[in-house]
T-cell receptor, first 110, second 111 residues
Framework: ETGVTQSPTHLIKTRGQQVTLRCSSQ?????VSWYQQALGQGPQFIFQ???????GRGNFPPRFSGLQFPNYSSELNVNALELDDSALYLC?????????FGPGTRLTVL | GQQLNQSPQSMFIQEGEDVSMNCTSS?????WLWYKQDPGEGPVLLIA?????ELTSNGRLTAQFGITRKDSFLNISASIPSDVGIYFC???????????FGQGTTLQVKP
């Protein structure tokens, strides 16, 4: 059974650019959640996708957007990058309550 | 908004000692989850709790869902060096599946 995978592993962007992060969910899971984890902090919920529809959103601006595809994989898009967007972005897949995390994408904004 | 207070913030213990950490909230949660995160990796699920008062074990780990539904604790017995890492509690409620995480407890184990 393949776990949650994310790509790329690391990414460096400059302020104002746009970025797309990708996530493949664990086999059998139909729900994907995205979290932002700043250094030294716990993960913060960005949003969740269930059956290709957004199913809840945290306190993040509209420049954070997402998609879920028919195979349940997902993308996180961030427009107009700001320095404070530098963080570890985590994807978690689930079928019920338990969420299983991928290794994350480390985004650095210069 | 909902916040979780996790304590202690860090612990430095001797191998073989038992460890206890807890999480409290001003809000009620329907589920409590405990995760461990190693540097540069994603959190790994350790234990999930679904009912108030529930006590669940996973090897040397034991966790409880508080009666008030506003707190949870995690115990690690007979710590070993590979227990080193950051432990997070997370509370879940409602239908969105949103998890609220604590700030983490950093555990260091001296051989």
């Amino acid at each position: 059974e393949t776990g949650v995978t994310q790509s790329p592993t690391h990414l460096i962007k400059t302020r104002g650019q746009q970025v797309t992060l990708r996530c493949s969910s664990q086999s059998g899971h139909n729900t994907v959640s995205w979290y932002q984890q700043a250094l030294g902090q716990g993960p913060q919920f960005i949003f969740q996708y269930y059956r290709e529809e957004e199913n809840g959103r945290g306190n993040f601006p509209p420049r954070f957007s997402g998609l879920q595809f028919p195979n349940y994989s997902s993308e996180l898009n961030v427009n107009a990058l700001e320095l404070d967007d530098s963080a570890l972005y985590l994807c978690a897949s689930s079928f019920r309550v338990e969420q299983f995390f991928g290794p994350g994408t480390r985004l650095t904004v210069l | 908004g909902q916040q979780l207070n996790q304590s202690p913030q860090s612990m430095f213990i001797q191998e073989g000692e038992d460890v206890s950490m807890n999480c409290t909230s001003s809000s009620i949660f329907n589920t409590w989850l405990w995760y461990k995160q190693d540097p540069g990796e994603g959190p790994v699920l350790l234990i999930a709790l679904y009912k108030a008062g529930e006590l669940t074990s996973n090897g040397r780990l034991t966790a409880q869902f508080g009666i008030t539904r506003k707190d949870s604790f995690l115990n690690i017995s007979a710590s070993i060096p590979s227990d080193v890492g950051i432990y997070f509690c997370a509370g879940g409620s409602g239908n969105t599946g949103k998890l609220i995480f604590g700030q983490g407890t950093t555990l260091q184990v001296k051989p």
